[in-house]
């Protein structure tokens, strides 16, 4: 088997290298290949975010997670409105 499960980051970087070299090649032949390594690339990118969430509380998840939006506390909360 060519491609196995990502398990380590210089396993990662390799498939995106080779990602990004068959995507350059713009040929329908690789299609397949490019479609299974962005699955495995999607798989492992999924699964450190998670990891990267689970290691944080609650006030450090919700930071990060406004810091990614791009939003402030202020902002954060004038969309999500007041409750009563």
Known sequence: M???KIKSFP???EYCSLHEQLL???DK???DEI???EV???EFDNIMLKNKYEQLN???LLRNLLLEAGLNQ???SKKMGTRE
């Open 24 to 26: 350059v090649k713009n």
């Open 74 to 76: 202020n902002e954060f």
């Open 58 to 60: 609650p006030v450090e």
């Open 29 to 31: 032949k690789y299609q």
């Open 2 to 4: 060519k491609y196995k």
């Open 40 to 42: 495995l690339i999607e």
């Open 11 to 13: 396993q990662y970087n």
């Open 35 to 37: 479609e299974l390594l």
